[in-house]
């Protein structure tokens, strides 16, 4: 029995489940302050025997295992999570191996496991919503260096009509701060489900999102791009998305055939918590060969 946590910016999905990926029980606790949220994530777990618990939770994280502060969510704006210590909370309730990985990570590898990238060594999982974040698997391993990937906040070239000044606390106008669902919001003065005939408003998402996939696709060369979260329900974007990029790479590469190559989540909104129990299921495995 493994537990696994998808912890996002306003609800934590908890479940149980195997190594197979099959989710047993599965539970969703509101993103509060600490306190509230951890107690309602270990009574759920409490009632279980686990062996092992997988974390894919909201960035910044430490995931420098060499590091004072491992297992911490770091320099998120969601004050009352700042510098919390998310794996030692889990590890003090339940003496159990832990994983820990970024939620787009877990998401790219329940992906390659169990979803759109099942039979492939490469992958990468792309969350268009609150924030953008990407996790990258490349010869069956996630993608990590001193720290793990940020891959939504780099810079893009502006759209020639856009004048908002874009919405990351951070860098203002980087991807995230251009192209996610608040600076959607923000820019048209409408969440993006009021502006579905709207159609210059998804050219110009395709626009940033096309930018994006070009720098991944030259640097990374992933075997499949899957593109989810809640903009991302918007279809009408990858069109646009396709559009563009076949433009901006100008046959200087050759794309796969990209109707098959760019897809939505084969898992779709179970990509993270699959991905979290692999996390555990990681976990378990590397303890057992300590």
Known sequence: MLGAIEAGGTKFVCAVGDGSGQILEQITIPTTVPEETMTAVIDFFGQYEIEAIGIGSFGPIDVDT????????????????????????IKEAFPVPVGFNTDVNAAALGEAAFGAAKGLDSCLYITVGTGIGAGAVVQGKLVQGFSHPEMGHILVRRHPEDSYSGKCPYHKDCLE???????????????????????????MEGYYIAQALMQYILILSPKKIILGGGV??????????NKYLVELVNGYVNLPELSDYIVSPGLGDRAGITGSLMLASLALQESDHQ
């Open 177 to 203: 701060g251009l192209a996610a669902g608040p600076a959607i919001e923000e820019r048209w003065g409408e969440k993006g489900f009021n502006l579905v005939d709207r159609p210059e408003v998804w050219a």
């Open 232 to 241: 991302m329900n918007q279809k009408q974007i990858f069109a646009s998305i």
């Open 66 to 89: 060499e590091s004072a502060t491992y297992g911490y969510i770091t320099s998120t704006p969601k004050t009352a999570w700042k510098n919390y210590p998310l794996v030692q909370a």
